[in-house]
T-cell receptor, first 111, second 114 residues
Framework: AQSVTQLDSQVPVFEEAPVELRCNYS??????LFWYVQYPNQGLQLLLK??????LVKGINGFEAEFNKSQTSFHLRKPSVHISDTAEYFC?????????FGAGTRLFVKA | AAGVIQSPRHLIKEKRETATLKCYPI?????VYWYQQGPGQDPQFLIS???????DKGSIPDRFSAQQFSDYHSELNMSSLELGDSALYFC?????????????FGEGSRLTVL
């Protein structure tokens, strides 16, 4: 079975500051890892994914994440955030036909 | 590009009524997933279908049932609705050769039970 833990429920940050949203996972099998973003009243949109290969993956909107197998982590980072990045971010792990989501981290970017 | 289509987008029902949500996956995607997202909650996996057969089951109540049809669209049937069923219901699809990789989500169907 898989599980996902997002360590921060809310992350307030000033515009143009860097941000890191933390995600740890556990699984007894090989998994795929994802970050999704959800804007208010909208569906989830894929930011980036790790399937295999390079542990540093780049996604849309300037986000990137690093897969760390030894620490079972997949933290999301952005060097400089914008007001428009304010949203809910979900880390997810897939094994088999099931994708499990973390509880979400609300990123709030302040001017 | 075509996306996942969900209908209806909004639905209001009374307690003990029945509701049906529909999902039309992206063309050539043969795997469909249903998720329930309560207010301020993460999406909870309900059930998935691959090639019209149930492939996995999550926290779906016995009052709910779902199926995938020959054209790959899926329907989620909810009976004896309770107040706690009020939530955003998402459908997602993924393509055949990726197994359970990236999910493509619809905009969701918001169910309100009064």
């Amino acid at each position: 079975a898989q599980s996902v833990t997002q360590l921060d429920s809310q992350v307030p940050v000033f515009e143009e500051a860097p941000v890191e949203l933390r995600c740890n996972y556990s699984s007894s099998v090989s998994v795929y890892l994802f970050w999704y973003v959800q804007y208010p009243n909208q569906g989830l949109q894929l930011l980036l994914k790790y399937l295999s290969g390079s542990t540093l993956v780049k996604g849309i909107n300037g986000f990137e994440a690093e897969f760390n197998k030894s620490q079972t982590s997949f933290h999301l980072r952005k060097p400089s955030v914008h007001i428009s990045d304010t949203a809910e971010y979900f880390c997810a792990v897939t094994g088999g036909f099931k994708t499990i989501f973390g509880a979400g981290t609300r990123l709030f970017v302040k001017a | 590009a075509a996306g996942v289509i969900q209908s209806p987008r909004h639905l209001i029902k009374e307690k003990r009524e029945t509701a049906t949500l529909k999902c039309y996956p992206i063309p050539r995607h043969d795997t469909v997933y249903w998720y329930q997202q309560g207010p301020g909650q993460d999406p909870q996996f309900l059930i998935s279908f691959y090639e019209k057969m149930q492939s996995d089951k999550g926290s779906i109540p016995d009052r709910f049932s779902a199926q995938q049809f020959s054209d790959y669209h899926s329907e989620l049937n909810m009976s004896s609705l309770e107040l706690g069923d009020s939530a955003l219901y998402f459908c997602a699809s993924s393509p055949r050769d990726r197994g359970a990789g990236e999910l493509f989500f619809g905009e969701g169907s918001r169910l309100t039970v009064l």
